[in-house]
């Protein structure tokens, strides 16, 4: 079968032409919206390295040649590319079906797929095990057996053409140190680039952020500034959160102006790249013998947005003090009482807790009552009162998913004492002395530490 690229206005007309006899093809028709390829997400990436760092053991990396030429299609495709975003140089070019030649290869060979995750593979032994995650043509890899390793190698050069690339040092921007006594993770590399593409390389650096108290706001009567150049600097700065949770808060924020940026607004962007200049390398520490117990704090502030008085939310996962994942959101609504900001946080953070727990099945690890961290005690008694009352009502349903997790004993939460709560570092502006704590305590370190 082929695959045609067709322009906009061609697409638009075939499918004018072909809907109005979908229901006579019987199936014959397939809408274009299915072209969805599983891609994996930056959480099951630092989970992966996560649990390698715990086991002990190296993690590899292939690049498969030509990728997309090995899918093979089994209909006739038509394509068009997404509205704005044609490349006036490569009109024809598209993507296809490579993930379901690989994942149906994989599974021939006795590879099961994540049970939630779709890009995770792994072969289990009676000793040993092989897991393999994949992002569209790279593959990382590793075995608690060396001599999987090689056995793997040839698997996949019986079916393809691939270039081996050794061990795991860089991957998605990311570099990647391994280690005997762990693997470290960071952007040193990314934040240089930054700098040096916003003219931000002899600025002088900052300790910290943000300085509290926060004043923030739309700045209405401000002076305008280059919208292209704001959200430029925001979208870079998003990515580097894949391994700097330290600048998640302060991101987040400033991206919430990118619809009209005012100077005060690029004063505060420019505030994180000269604190980025100060702490180009610092990244994520996965020590190899710091356990792999999962918890989570969640935390809220109250009326913090200066804008619309709304609250952020924060929280994070560890997995033996290993960060794996973490959030800053807003909240949706305005609330005039702390113990639902809390609530709702800690609602928030339960799903990312369960998906985790569910994830872990894959590596043949079974949790329960995983613990929450909460400093707020009245959060707390809600979610371990079944019966709703006037104090709750007010609180929408979907919020009360966490009451029935704590029912059934997936979860706990505990109280933590304010000084403690690790995911503070996710909803406000914060002094030099607890930003630099809060940032050790999540296993953040600079690589001559």
Known sequence: MKLKMLKNEDFRTFRAAVTPRVSALAGCYI???????????????????AYAAHMNFKVFQMDIKNAFLNGKLNEEVYVAHPPNFVDPKFPDHAPRAWYDNLSTFLLSKG?????????????????HIILLQIYVDDI????????????????????YKLSMMGELTYFLGIQIKQSEKGIFINQGKYVHDMLKKFHLTSCTPMKTLMAPPLLLDKDSNGKPID????????GSLLYLTASRSDIMYSTCLCAHNQAEPKESHLTTVKRIFRYLKGTPNLGLWYAKDSGFDLNAYSDSDFAGCKIDTKNTTGGCQLLGGKLVSWISKKQNFVSTSTAK???????????????????????????????????????????????????????EVRYHFIRDHVMNGDI??????????????FTKPLDVTRFNMLIRELGKLNPDE
């Open 227 to 234: 919208v292209t150049l704001y959200r430029g600097m925001i």
């Open 412 to 425: 706990e939460l505990h109280f933590i004492p304010t000084e403690y709560q690790l995911a503070d570092l």
């Open 341 to 395: 900001v809390e609530y709702v946080a800690a609602g928030i953070c339960c799903p990312e807790v369960l998906w985790m727990r569910n994830q872990l099945q894959n590596y043949d690890i079974q949790l329960s009552k995983i613990p929450i961290y909460c400093d707020n005690i009245s959060a707390i008694a809600i979610a371990n009162n079944p019966v709703l009352h006037s104090k709750t009502k007010h609180i």
């Open 111 to 127: 590879f099961e797929r994540g049970k939630i995750d779709s890009t995770l593979f792994l072969k289990k032994y009676p000793k």
């Open 31 to 49: 809408d274009y919206d299915e072209t969805f390829a599983h891609v994996a997400r930056l959480e099951p990436i630092r989970l992966f390295l």
């Open 140 to 159: 990382i890899f590793g075995s608690t057996n060396p001599k999987l390793y090689e056995k793997f190698e040839l698997l996949m050069k019986t079916e």
